[in-house]
């Protein structure tokens, strides 16, 4: 099972040309990508999927421009790019994977976020508060995916069982 997974991860890598080697924030987002494929999404009844992205730039801009209009699950995935407070506070109850890349860091979210709305940062730790799941690098220079199970389950989006076992650190909360 784990094999599958990873071999899709890196199957959507397809978009590159076989020279060129992907940047670390391509990495990131094609990840990002590849978790629409293993979430269950309360509001299903959308023909779209909307991947929000906070303060992107650089390579992680051009590579989710490259993923934009791109069918999962049916649906076509729309990426809105919020690049300031205001942006996020309108565009929020759109969403269903909020994606918050290094260079998003400086941008402030609500307390709180709506139901469904899935976030996914670039952080070294669950301790930021919303995270559901964080890519960090580990110490020999691999992306690690860190998930709370229990802030996931209240999203209200159903996560495979498959992308849960990928998780090198499964934080569930007890009492």
Not at 51 to 77: N, P, S
Request: charge should be neutral.
């Amino acid at each position: 099972m784990k094999l599958r997974i990873v071999l899709a991860i890196f199957l959507s890598f397809a978009f590159y040309s076989a020279s060129a080697r992907p940047s670390e924030s391509a990495l990131r987002v094609a990840f990002v990508y590849n978790f629409f494929k293993f979430i269950e999404w309360p509001n299903a009844d959308s023909e779209q999927f909307h991947l929000c992205v906070i303060g992107a730039r650089g390579d992680t801009r051009k590579t989710l421009q490259t993923m934009e209009g791109r069918k999962l699950q049916g649906r076509e995935l729309a990426v809105d790019y919020l690049d300031s407070e205001t942006q996020i506070n309108a565009s929020l109850g759109e969403c269903n994977l909020l994606y918050l890349p290094a260079s998003g860091g400086d941008l402030i979210l609500p307390e709180i976020l709506p139901l469904g709305v899935l976030l996914v940062a670039d952080a070294e730790t669950l301790d930021q508060p919303n995270v559901c799941i964080a890519l960090r690098r580990s110490a020999d220079s691999r992306i690690e995916i860190l998930i709370d199970k229990e802030r996931v389950l209240a999203t209200g989006v159903i996560m495979s069982s498959q992308l849960l076992k990928l998780a090198r650190n499964l934080r569930e909360r007890t009492g």
